[in-house]
């Protein structure tokens, strides 16, 4: 049988198989003829009559096999089934059975379907479907959302994606009792709208209805959406200038690593690699065009529009764009082409062990600038290869970010990393870290740190405690990513109940708690703290100086400068304590000194030997004053620390002694100085032996070398212990 045969007698087939499928028909065959009319297959007898163009093909508008003899029971009960809430299609409706595109003619057209006004919702649900299978084989193109807008009041939103990757997407008024009606009505209203032919060609306009309302849930960015929108009239100014001078300004387009829908944007505008301009924006943009906007307005406020005007006509040649790289950069490469010599001394080290990721960590940590760090963002080449860049942002809070960009030439996102902090090492990096160093210690000078710590903090301290006891100056810290601040306060009444608080306060502009410190109290003496203590809010004398001027004048010496503070706030009872400390008090000419006891050599010569005069009181040379006397104070007398005594033991002395007497039996069982216990010795012993080590508890047994002595001998029933201090023996006389 030849092929003509088999696509003209296809549909017969076909036919007679839809026919006998409700009579005897399996399960497993019902199955198949469902998968077959539903996958999207067009019979080749079908395709060859009719000369369609594979490009042009209206899916939707052809026929297929229909259903001539109706619906098994079984499905139908199925279908029913299917249909709920949700708003889920039956298997059925899917698949061409019953309401199905299959069943409708074969010659209606777009247009037709768009003017349809009796186009049910299963029908319209049905028609994409079909659509979608035919075209590519699964109906994932088409994502209905049901929304409940209000109670019991559903909103139906389809979204579809067509085949070039665009998408669009409908939605319904909140007027419907449930979700399969607002899932129906989504479908109908994309096929007004042109839905069908988007789907095949991706052309959003084809037949667009304007009573219809159109939702884009999906912001489509394409190249030509791009070029028909006006530029920002920032961009323009930069570009406008560029032009003037001839230079190519370098816009550089990122993303966020995490969230890749969040963009950002780098400018970057200079003659030469090494004298260049960078400016850059984190990635929190959604669009491309807000964050190339933003950027230029960055780079105007920081005048880059003078820069570009003051660079020389001779640089032109330089800054013309050369082709895209297409060949990876290694690393050794790119470190090679830097300028030497290399600001950090590596030696021969090459690129690879260089660690510069560690580098750029280890300069950022040593300034110890609050809140200060490095982050990195990808950029690709528009050539095939994937070669990736990286740009580089020396970020802190409300400050111009420091940019550094390495062009996407590298293989790897590794070295990409490593090249860009090669090259902000490279261009000064840790002098750019050294400026501001040096604006945060503009803030507070060194001068100024050491006068606070020595001189203006234990004054205020001084002065408050003079108020009222226990009274200090308080300090309060805030924190903030861009530092630390302090507020001083301090207590100018001299009555706990009724406090008088002044505050000063330094903003959140410091390094440190410590540096916010010092800070608040320079703060606090330039505001006239000193002043507020001793006229409290009455004006001080025109002719009088303040505290911070007499801390300050550079023409006055230390002496003249502590003259000034005595005699002005009253801080001679301090100073003077001090100096009384180290002098002494001043001696009686009628008293001499304890030490001083003997006559002198003049005195033996001139034969006249004074008696001193014990009738007052001594000087301790080197003891404060004692505002209130009582009884003279009395030294106790240091004793040398003489030979230990020889202990007193109540008990007979060893064998070994001269003064050992044998005791008569029985005698220390009725010894006073021993308590009698059951452990002392048996009644049938007649030697009892109180003190025997088998017979004493543990705690009695104290040891010591120094009273031990050898056994010497021993007599007749006669035992003898000497190991323990109190050496006892069975037989001996009481040391009285």
Same mark, same amino acid.
């Given at each position: ?6 696509y003209?007698n ?5 036919s007679?198989?839809?026919?006998q499928?409700?009579?005897?028909a399996?399960?497993?065959e019902r199955v198949c003829f469902k ?5 999207g297959a067009i019979?080749l007898? *079908?395709f ?12 939707h508008n052809?026929?297929g096999?229909t259903n001539v003899? %109706?619906?098994n029971?079984?499905?139908e009960e199925?279908?029913e089934e299917?249909?709920?809430v949700?708003?889920?299609l039956s298997?059925?409706?899917r698949v061409?059975c019953?309401n199905?595109?299959s069943?409708l003619?074969?010659?209606?057209t ?14 319209a ?9 035919r075209l ?12 409940e807008d209000k109670?019991?009041?559903f909103?139906g ?7 070039n990757?665009t ?5 319904t ?14 479908a109908?209203i994309?096929?007004?709208m ?6 095949r060609?991706?052309n ?5 209805k304007?009573?219809?309302?159109l ?8 190249e030509k959406l791009?070029?028909?929108?006006p ?5 323009q100014?930069i570009?406008?200038?560029c032009?003037e001078v001839?230079i190519?300004s370098?816009? *550089?387009?990122?993303?966020h690593?995490?969230n ?17 301009r960078v400016?850059?924006t984190?990635?929190?943009?959604p669009r491309k065009?807000d ?10 406020d920081?005048?880059?529009l003078?820069y570009? @005007?003051?660079?020389q006509p001779?640089?032109n040649?330089?800054?013309s764009?050369s ?5 990876p950069?290694s690393l050794q ?5 830097? #300028? ?7 030696g021969?080290k ?15 940590q ?8 490095a982050?990195?963002y990808?950029?690709t080449a528009?050539?095939?290869g994937g070669l990736?860049g990286c ?7 409300n400050?111009?970010?420091?940019t $550094?960009?390495?062009? #996407?030439r590298?293989a790897?996102r ?8 090669l090259l ?5 990096l840790e ?6 160093q040096a604006a ?5 000078p060194?001068e100024?740190?050491l006068?606070a ?5 234990p ?5 408050s ?10 300090f309060?810290y805030?924190a903030?990513?861009e %530092?630390h601040?302090c507020?001083?306060?301090l207590?100018l009444s ?7 608080h002044r505050?000063f306060?330094v903003?959140?502009?410091?390094r440190t ?9 320079i703060?606090a003496v330039?505001?006239g703290?000193m002043?507020?203590?001793?006229f409290g ?9 303040s505290c911070?001027?007499?801390?300050t004048? #550079?023409?006055l010496d230390?002496q003249?400068?502590?003259r000034l503070f005595e005699?002005q ?6 100073r003077g304590k001090?100096r009384?400390l180290? @002098?002494?008090p001043?001696?009686?000419?009628g008293?001499e000194?304890?030490v001083?006891?003997?006559p002198?050599d003049?005195e033996e010569?001139?034969g006249?030997i @004074?008696?001193p005069?014990?009738?007052k009181?001594p000087v301790h040379?080197?003891q404060?004053h004692?505002?209130?006397?009582s009884?003279?104070?009395r030294?106790?007398?240091r004793?040398r620390?003489?030979p230990? #005594?020889a202990?007193q $033991?109540p008990y ?7 003064n050992?007497?044998?005791p008569l039996?029985?005698q $220390? ?6 308590p009698p216990k059951?452990?002392y010795?048996s009644p049938s012993d ?5 003190h025997s080590?088998?017979?004493?508890p543990l ?8 009273y031990?002595?050898p056994f010497?001998g021993s ?10 201090r109190d050496e ?9």
């Amino acid at each position: 049988m030849n092929n003509d045969m088999v696509y003209e007698n296809h549909d017969f087939h076909f036919s007679n198989w839809n026919r006998q499928l409700n009579d005897f028909a399996r399960p497993f065959e019902r199955v198949c003829f469902k998968l077959s009319s539903g996958c999207g297959a067009i019979p080749l007898g *079908i395709f060859l009559r009719h000369e369609y163009d594979d490009l042009d093909l209206d899916y939707h508008n052809i026929g297929g096999p229909t259903n001539v003899e %109706g619906r098994n029971a079984d499905v139908e009960e199925s279908e029913e089934e299917a249909d709920g809430v949700d708003g889920q299609l039956s298997v059925g409706q899917r698949v061409g059975c019953g309401n199905s595109p299959s069943s409708l003619p074969t010659s209606a057209t777009t247009p037709d379907l768009a003017s349809n006004k009796t186009l049910t919702h299963t029908s319209a649900l049905d028609i994409l479907h079909q659509t979608c299978i035919r075209l590519t084989g699964t109906s994932a193109a088409l994502s209905f959302e049901i929304v409940e807008d209000k109670p019991q009041k559903f909103i139906g939103i389809l979204t579809i994606q067509s085949l070039n990757g665009t998408k669009r997407t409908y939605k319904t008024k909140p007027e419907f009792a449930n979700g399969s009606e607002a899932k129906g009505e989504a479908a109908r209203i994309a096929i007004e709208m042109g839905a069908l032919d988007f789907i095949r060609t991706g052309n959003p306009e084809t037949h667009k209805k304007k009573n219809a309302e159109l939702v884009a849930r999906a912001k489509i960015e394409t190249e030509k959406l791009e070029a028909s929108k006006p530029a920002d009239p920032a961009i323009q100014q930069i570009e406008d200038c560029c032009k003037e001078v001839d230079i190519k300004s370098d816009w *550089i387009n990122y993303r966020h690593w995490k969230n890749t829908s969040d963009h950002g944007c780098a400018l970057r505008v200079g003659p030469t690699p090494n004298h260049r301009r960078v400016y850059s924006t984190d990635a929190s943009f959604p669009r491309k065009e807000d964050a190339r906007a933003y950027c230029a307005r960055i780079a105007i406020d920081d005048g880059v529009l003078d820069y570009i @005007k003051c660079l020389q006509p001779q640089t032109n040649e330089l800054s013309s764009s050369s082709e895209t790289p297409t060949i990876p950069l290694s690393l050794q490469e790119h470190f090679d082409a830097l #300028p030497k010599p290399f600001p950090i001394n590596v030696g021969d080290k090459p690129a690879s062990e260089l660690q510069p990721i560690n580098m750029v960590n280890s300069v950022l940590q040593h300034s110890k600038i609050p809140q200060l760090k490095a982050v990195y963002y990808w950029t690709t080449a528009d050539v095939r290869g994937g070669l990736v860049g990286c740009v580089m942002r020396i970020e802190r809070p409300n400050a111009l970010a420091k940019t $550094y960009i390495a062009d #996407p030439r590298f293989a790897k996102r590794a070295d990409a990393k490593s090249a860009v902090c090669l090259l902000a090492i490279s261009q000064g990096l840790e002098d750019y870290t050294k400026e501001l160093q040096a604006a945060y210690e503009k803030k507070l000078p060194p001068e100024h740190r050491l006068l606070a710590e020595s001189k203006i903090i234990p004054m205020l301290t001084s002065r408050s405690q003079k108020r009222r006891f226990a009274n200090k100056p308080w300090f309060e810290y805030v924190a903030s990513e861009e %530092g630390h601040g302090c507020t001083l306060t301090l207590d100018l009444s001299s009555d706990s109940t009724q406090p008088d608080h002044r505050t000063f306060t330094v903003e959140k502009e410091y390094r440190t708690k410590a540096d916010a410190r010092l800070a608040a109290a320079i703060a606090a003496v330039k505001a006239g703290a000193m002043e507020l203590f001793q006229f409290g809010d009455t004006r001080p004398p025109e002719d009088r100086r303040s505290c911070w001027q007499i801390l300050t004048d #550079p023409d006055l010496d230390e002496q003249e400068r502590n003259r000034l503070f005595e005699s002005q706030f009253d801080l001679e009872d301090q100073r003077g304590k001090k100096r009384k400390l180290k @002098k002494g008090p001043e001696k009686d000419p009628g008293t001499e000194c304890a030490v001083n006891v003997g006559p002198s050599d003049s005195e033996e010569e001139q034969g006249e030997i @004074k008696e001193p005069n014990v009738s007052k009181r001594p000087v301790h040379v080197g003891q404060p004053h004692n505002q209130f006397p009582s009884r003279p104070r009395r030294q106790a007398k240091r004793q040398r620390p003489g030979p230990m #005594p020889a202990p007193q $033991y109540p008990y007979p002395p060893p064998i070994s002694s001269p003064n050992y007497h044998p005791p008569l039996p029985g005698q $220390y069982s009725r010894s006073s100085a021993l308590p009698p216990k059951q452990h002392y010795s048996s009644p049938s012993d007649p030697y009892p032996h109180p003190h025997s080590r088998h017979h004493r508890p543990l705690s009695q047994h104290i040891y010591d070398d120094r009273y031990t002595a050898p056994f010497s001998g021993s007599q007749e029933g006669h035992y003898h212990h000497t190991s323990s201090r109190d050496e006892y023996s069975s037989f001996g006389q009481p040391q009285h």
